[in-house]
């Protein structure tokens, strides 16, 4: 009898656990700033995963440690003007 009580009780806080998120929706997510083009989130993100995948490859030994260098210094400094940028931005604010 207790078992089945407690059962019943962990698929209720398991739904409340999974539902809630869900029922209540996702709040700002979506919101960017107004000067923030999508244009710039997209080359953002793809600066930012293009070093992962540089770092990844070069851990992975696909990369001489020349390549990794060179190629993780030019996006480095792809990524570093980008967040340049939106600071200047978030300052005019």
Request: aromatic content about 10%; hydrophobic content about 40%.
């Amino acid at each position: 009898m207790y078992a089945v009580l407690i059962l019943v009780l962990l698929v209720l806080v398991s739904l409340t656990l999974i539902g809630y998120p869900i029922w209540k929706g996702h709040g700002d997510e979506g919101k960017q700033a107004e000067w923030l083009s999508p244009t710039m989130l997209t080359e953002k993100d793809v600066i930012m995963s293009t070093l992962s995948e540089i770092e990844f490859d070069y851990h992975m030994k696909k990369l001489s440690e020349e390549d990794y260098r060179s190629l993780k210094n030019k996006y480095a400094n792809v990524a570093l003007a980008i967040l340049d940028t939106e600071d200047t931005y978030a300052e005019e604010e």
